[in-house]
């Protein structure tokens, strides 16, 4: 949550953090704490910093969102949706270092009165492309509202606060998900029911309250009596304003459908003529590919440049070690990861997987700046079988993370690298066998 715009916030006494971030100023206060502009004394990129008291995360028992939180903003990749550039931590807070949308909340907008409808279409075609892509990757956001919609200095939307979405693990046997969430003005009735529901469902009925909202300049639900209030969101009855265009009344009407089965779904969203209007869905479709393209080889590069072993570990590798709280199996297929302590220097041990590869007549290649960074196992078509990466965790140590490609590679890390590279060293392992797996680093 970002509340005002950069230019409305007063100026703070110099301060810096981490020996990088300078605080410029107050932005507004989130949900779970303070953010503020800074500016990024190696880059001179202006970002978002939201300061987290350790002390709230703890007494909310909020730790374990917090860490889901990360884990999901740092695999979304989208043009309208907040990226969180890194997380850092003092004794007494955790910073989210983020994107900066320098037009701040789009409910501030909003509060000055409704906006045209072709404004309205822009927003909404924006949000629509960001949340199909999160529901495409398993993730439901469940709090969708103007105040977590934020606008960037070009004037474009980003989908920021992920504290309450759901993924794929959250999803019972019955299919559906069943933790009540989301703020009262905005949930679906569905949720009201006290039943299971489905996340993309409740995330299209919020997309709809939040379009009746940009185009009326109000809530379609709202009564002083939150009772009152819930017996019409359950019901569906709202009315739209007079200046509301037949098509746009439409749309509405298919969206916030009481009836989860009978609503209209992203994809019918996508085919309605009032959304598709000045909108081509083929450039749409080919952006939003050409950026994940182009982030996803930027990630890559960024990714094994971070892995170099002078690097210490920041908050969030720290964090991810911790026993219950890996959270990779979240996003795709479980792998095989193991974490080792050694004393070794990362050349050694990266020769020592070399050789292991070479042996097993597979493709070693060597990752990061002068190869230190790691390297990556892969077979005769190329696929993943393993993958080393080293990381400094104190002077003279380093921490040695192994990951096979998948199920079917799991007996080459298991039978072949693992026992190589651990040898005689203390380890550590995040999986594998009760016998084999010694307390988790943190």
């Not at 715009?5 to 932005?27: I, N, Q, S």
């Not at 990266?350 to 060597?366: H, N, P, Q, T």
Request: aromatic share 8%; proline share 5%.
């Amino acid at each position: 949550m970002q509340d005002s715009t950069v230019g409305d916030a007063p100026r703070l006494a110099a301060k810096v953090l981490f020996g990088r971030y300078e605080l410029v100023c107050l932005l507004g206060f989130g949900s779970s704490g303070r953010v503020y502009l800074a500016r990024d004394l190696h880059s001179g990129q202006s970002v978002a910093l939201k300061a987290i008291p350790k002390s709230r995360v703890a007494k909310g028992g909020r730790a374990h969102n917090v860490v889901r939180e990360i884990a999901i903003m740092r695999h979304l990749r989208h043009p309208h949706v907040l990226r969180l550039l890194e997380v850092l931590a003092s004794r007494s807070k955790i910073y989210f270092v983020l994107e900066l949308a320098q037009g701040g909340e789009l409910y501030a907008r909003v509060a000055c009165g409704r906006l045209p409808e072709d404004l309205s279409r822009r927003y909404f075609q924006q949000l629509i492309s960001a949340i199909r892509y999160c529901h495409s990757r398993g993730v439901y956001h469940r709090d969708l509202k103007p105040e977590n919609l934020l606008l960037d200095d070009a004037g474009d939307l980003k989908v920021s606060d992920f504290g309450l979405s759901a993924f794929p693990d959250q999803i019972r046997g019955d299919g559906l998900l069943h933790t009540r969430c989301g703020t009262p003005a905005y949930v679906a009735p569905e949720m009201l029911a006290k039943k299971g529901y489905d996340g993309a469902k409740i995330d299209v009925w919020s997309c709809g309250v939040i379009l009746y909202v940009l185009n009326a300049g109000y809530l379609p639900f709202n009564d002083p009596n939150l009772m009152a209030m819930y017996r019409k969101i359950y019901r569906g009855e709202y009315r739209c304003p007079e200046w509301t265009s037949p098509e746009l009344r439409h749309l509405i009407a298919r969206i916030l459908d009481p009836n989860p089965e009978t609503r209209i779904t992203i994809d019918g969203i996508l085919r309605d003529p009032w959304f598709k209007k000045g909108l081509s869905e083929e450039e749409w479709a080919a952006a939003a590919k050409c950026h994940a393209a182009e982030t996803a080889e930027a990630e890559d590069r960024r990714f094994w440049k971070s892995e170099e072993p002078d690097r210490p570990l920041h908050a969030f590798d720290l964090i991810s070690f911790s026993s219950g709280l890996d959270l990779s199996g979240l996003f795709g297929p479980a792998s095989d990861r193991r974490r080792f302590v050694s004393a070794e220097s990362a050349a050694a041990i990266l020769a020592r997987a070399e050789d292991i590869g070479a042996k097993e007549e597979l493709v070693v290649r060597r990752k990061g700046e002068k190869g230190l960074g790691g390297v990556v196992v892969e077979g005769p078509t190329g696929n993943l079988v393993a993958r080393v990466v080293v990381r400094r965790l104190a002077k003279g140590l380093v921490v040695v993370e192994l990951e096979s490609g998948g199920d079917a590679e799991r007996g080459f890390l298991q039978g072949k690298l693992w026992p190589a590279l651990k040898g005689p060293v203390k380890g550590n392992a995040n999986s594998g066998s009760a016998a084999d797996r010694p307390d988790p680093i943190l």
